[in-house]
């Protein structure tokens, strides 16, 4: 799939982000985890939210509402299975990075 998303720099306030349409949806079982990362072809359009002044815990609860919780996660580490250095720019082993956009959801 290769989709191109819009630009979104750090601090706008009114950010627009675009779809990222998935073949099936990701299911999570009531009580479950899932980890998602969003890979592009380039370092710099790895979509990362920091945190200001601090940074995030690996687990953190970044987001939340009564039905869904999302957490901090750590990036890949790039062992050199990766062709480019993507992860090599932005890796590290204590700061979690946390998910930036919307996410739309559904119950069953």
Known sequence: LWICLPT????EPDAYYGAVPLSSPIRIEAGGTKGVCVFTDS??????????GSRFEAGETTDED????????????????????MFKEV??????????????????
């Open 8 to 11: 979104v720099s750090y601090g």
């Open 91 to 108: 890796y590290s082993e204590q700061c979690g990075d946390a998910f930036v956009g919307a996410i739309e959801y559904e119950l069953e």
């Open 66 to 85: 009564e039905h869904i919780r999302l957490g901090a996660g750590l990036l890949p580490v790039n062992d050199g299975g990766f062709e480019d250095g």
């Open 43 to 52: 370092w710099r359009g790895v979509v990362l939210r920091a945190k200001l």
